[in-house]
């Protein structure tokens, strides 16, 4: 589609309006601290900080580490299948309203299970928004259970162990936590294990990490999709690759400014990714710590980078249809309601 018709100024209008979907989303990333406050006065659980306030301001990191400290503390105020209906509807209804047709939703089971909170408590209260979102607001969603690297294998495995009688509730797996020290490799023998189960495969690599831990995420744990992967563009030849191969990156830039992977958006690689021909998409990680929903993603960045326009829009939009584990049937649907939508901005033009 030659979108040369659009101009630049209607460009923040077009990033918020134009159908997307999500797909890379901590669901405990989602958790504002208006909630975490509200769930731990419901949950009679004491905070370390006296206000909402003061707990945003502690949302200053320096690397993913530092980042992940608190968010696995905000998680415990997820005590019972309420709590975690209350944050993924909060989540969904944000998601509706940004113009989010479809999303692919990870959680961490391992980070509530730890404290003794069953897997079914967590996996029910998520499912029972999923399932209100596709009624009420009309967005398809689906779970993606995600290992904590820095925990063991075996301990990956006694969470998908936990997790098989609700088979029928997440469609893949993913690897998440923290990065440096905890190669894909680690974790080699439980994703062959999902894989024979018919389970989806992503994981994230190439965040913090290099390169090589992206070719280990595809080669050893044979990960469908790559999430974060920015560090790609140290090796051409895995470049070439992920682009041939049609490996899709979900890339989450303010986040990426947040951790410190750049110093800033108009130091981010995005525009490059794309121009590479690899199948990028924009997402927000984790929105309640990072400053932003996906729309504010989009906006931001392309804000920053004077090389995005309408055709990148339109690319990365289209990129997040194309890079989901719907059906065909349903990809083809929602990437012609997105050429509608771009197709109507030029005509106006
Ligand atoms: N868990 C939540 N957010 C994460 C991130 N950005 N990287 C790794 N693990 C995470
Ligand atoms: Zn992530």
New binding site residues.
């Given amino acids: 589609m030659n979108l040369n018709c659009i101009s630049r100024k209607n460009l923040p209008d077009i990033l918020c309006r134009m159908p997307k979907a999500e797909l890379h989303i901590?669901i405990?990333?989602s958790l504002e601290p208006e909630l975490i406050f509200e769930l731990a006065a419901r949950n009679r659980i004491h905070l370390p900080y006296p206000s909402i306030r003061e707990l945003r301001t502690a949302y200053t990191f320096t690397d993913?580490q530092s980042?992940?400290d608190l968010?696995y503390s905000g998680a415990g105020v997820l005590q019972k299948e309420e709590d975690f209906f209350d944050m993924t509807w909060a989540y969904l209804k944000r998601a509706k309203a940004e113009n989010v047709l479809h999303a692919e939703i990870?959680f961490?089971p391992q980070t509530h299970t730890a404290r003794g909170i069953p897997f079914e408590t967590v996996i029910s209260g998520l499912d029972r928004a999923i399932r209100r979102g596709r009624e009420d607001l009309g967005l398809s969603a689906s779970l993606i259970l995600?290992f904590l690297r820095h925990l063991s294998e075996e301990d990956a495995f006694a969470v998908l162990e936990d997790a098989l009688p609700f088979r029928d509730k997440f469609i893949g797996v993913g690897l998440?936590?923290?990065?440096r020290g905890n190669p894909p490799g680690k974790f080699a023998g439980v994703f062959a294990r999902c894989r024979e189960l018919g389970l989806r495969l992503v994981a994230?690599a190439g965040?913090e990490g290099s390169a090589e831990d992206i070719r280990q995420a595809l080669d050893l744990l044979k990960a469908e999709r790559i999430d974060?992967g920015v560090h790609c563009l140290e090796d051409p030849q895995l470049v070439e690759r992920l682009a041939q191969q049609r490996i899709p990156l979900t890339v989450?830039p303010l986040?990426n400014v947040k951790?410190c992977v750049f110093p800033n958006l108009a130091a981010h690689n995005i525009g490059a990714l794309l121009a590479a021909g690899i199948t990028a998409t924009i997402n927000s990680?984790?929105p309640a710590y990072f400053g932003g929903y996906v729309n504010q993603n989009y906006t931001a960045t392309f804000a920053a980078l004077p090389e995005l326009g309408a055709q990148e829009a339109y690319q990365l939009a289209r990129n997040s249809f194309q890079a989901s584990f719907m059906d065909e049937r349903m990809k083809d649907g929602w990437i012609r309601k997105l050429d509608e939508f771009f197709a109507h901005f030029c005509l106006k033009a």
């Fill in positions: 901590h405990e990333g993913l980042f992940l968010y990870f961490d995600c998440d936590s923290s990065e994230h965040e974060h989450c986040s951790l990680d984790d």
